[in-house]
């Protein structure tokens, strides 16, 4: 697992597993990952402004590992019982978006 997906799949200290299972080991708040996501990707901004002419394959390959993990997110509530509409409704999207694009994986 890479760095942006451990750190986006990271629960909180409130969260539990679907079986009940509390992650009480965890310290971060979730505001925490994405603000450590966030300047991640700044950072491979300003290298493309420094003239880094690999930076945005490194962003791409960033973006896709970002995919992936909302994939395997989505996969996992689907598992533990939540319906299309509350991810949809999570995500921002309708409950069609949803599972049209995550329906089939």
Avoid: F, N
Avoid at 23 to 47: K, M
């Amino acid at each position: 697992m890479s760095l942006v997906m451990a750190m986006l799949a990271w629960p909180s200290t409130s969260e539990t597993t679907c079986s009940g299972v509390p992650w009480a080991s965890i310290s971060e708040a979730p505001e925490w990952r994405s603000s450590c996501v966030r300047r991640i990707l700044r950072a491979y901004s300003h290298r493309v402004g420094d003239g880094d002419v690999e930076a945005p394959g490194l962003m791409l390959g960033l973006a896709e590992e970002i995919d992936t993990a909302i994939a395997e997110a989505v996969k996992g509530l689907r598992a533990c019982g939540y319906s299309w509409a509350e991810i949809g409704a999570r995500l921002g999207i309708t409950r069609q978006a949803a599972q049209q694009r995550w329906g089939s994986q």
